[in-house]
């Protein structure tokens, strides 16, 4: 069995990180670049800089800002927000980026992941599926969640994962910021439903909801924001309770001190 990861997340606005609910309500929660090195030290798997409103204002993501975590951070590390075509994932992966996440353009021009995989390798590309519940199970959104599509999400994971996407990640916009816990349900249905490792989103509020995600949702990493930047958790505590659930979980750099 893989062991699972802990993916601290940024979404970055006009050059700073911010939290709200549902990528609304915003509220400023530090340097990018100083909380990135700050969850290397802590012991992060990989991290996650997304750009959240620059598909909503039509503009490209913040190159300089790629370019200096690049400098600054040793893991692994994903960008997304407002990629339009590869030569935008030509430019992201070529300032330092280690993988791209996509969701309006892949669901605007679903050709784009096919094209994108086969030139740069599909373990760099990430879709990212932003998901609202309905009466008939779940849809896509894009924009931020601000547009519905009438895409279902078990169709679209199924789908993108035939197109050469290397990962998903998965966000429940009902459950974004409330720090309620994931949505299980959700994970669990399209883990099943497909073979590339599955990132969950959206929820988490307590070590708990990550040992739920992986075990009764059967994701591949969480994804984690509010927790970690309001320093309520560390990583090293959440990965020790992970551990002692028996949840295969890499080492810190502490444990193995």
């Given at each position: 069995m893989l062991t699972k990861r802990i993916i601290p997340c940024l979404d970055v606005n006009q050059g700073r990180v911010v939290k709200g609910t549902k990528f609304i309500n915003l509220v400023d929660a530090g340097d990018p670049i100083e909380l990135a090195s700050f969850y290397e030290k802590e012991g992060a798997d990989e991290l996650v800089f997304l750009d959240i409103t620059a598909s909503w204002e039509k503009r490209n993501?913040?190159?300089e800002l790629v370019?200096?975590?690049?400098?600054?951070?040793?893991?692994?590390?994903?960008?997304?927000?407002g990629i339009k075509n590869s030569e935008d994932i030509f430019h992201i992966l070529r300032a330092g980026a280690d993988k791209i996440s996509i969701n309006t353009a892949a669901v605007l021009n679903p050709q784009l992941?096919?094209?994108a995989s086969s030139r740069f390798g599909s373990s760099t590309i990430v879709v990212a599926v932003d998901a609202i519940k309905n009466n008939?199970?779940?849809e896509v959104v894009i924009n931020g969640g601000r547009t519905g599509t009438?895409?279902?999400?078990?169709?679209?994971v199924k789908k993108v994962e035939k197109l050469g996407a290397g990962e998903i990640l998965l966000t429940s916009m009902d459950k974004d910021g409330t720090k309620e816990?994931?949505?299980?349900?959700?994970?669990r249905i399209v883990s099943e439903n497909v073979r590339i490792p599955v990132i969950a989103s959206g929820g988490a509020g307590k070590p708990y909801d990550l040992?739920?995600?992986?075990n009764k949702g059967k994701a591949d990493a969480a994804l984690v924001a509010s927790i970690f930047h309001k320093k309520e958790f560390s990583i090293a505590k959440v990965k020790s309770y992970l551990r002692e659930k028996d949840i295969k979980i890499r080492l810190t750099k502490g444990d193995m001190a």
């Open positions: 993501i913040i190159i370019k200096n975590t690049a400098k600054e951070v040793f893991i692994p590390f994903t960008v997304g927000g992941i096919e094209k008939s199970g779940w009438n895409i279902a999400v078990i169709d679209w816990g994931y949505d299980i349900e959700l994970t040992y739920e995600v992986f």
